[in-house]
């Protein structure tokens, strides 16, 4: 369960519409190890392609998104 995954940081992007989402996951990944995780939780649908988007774009690695009514966690692991 996603729930008892291990992570470095966690941010509560809850409320948050796009692209604030994405930019503060963006912003925050340096605060985070190399090969360490980042756990988003959001309300902004948009984060489900926006924020894979961005990883692809910045080289991290998207580990999961998981739904949970209208939460949307996400688990992004920092690459370089």
Partial sequence: MADDRS????????????????????QSI???????VLKAVATDPACEADI???ARLTGNEILS???DGETITLYVRRIG
């Fill in 7 to 26: 992570y470095d940081l966690e941010l509560d992007l809850k409320g948050l519409m796009c692209p604030m989402p994405m930019v503060r996951v963006s």
């Fill in 30 to 36: 340096s605060s985070v190890p190399i090969g360490g």
């Fill in 52 to 54: 894979p988007a961005w």
């Fill in 65 to 67: 998104i998981e739904k």
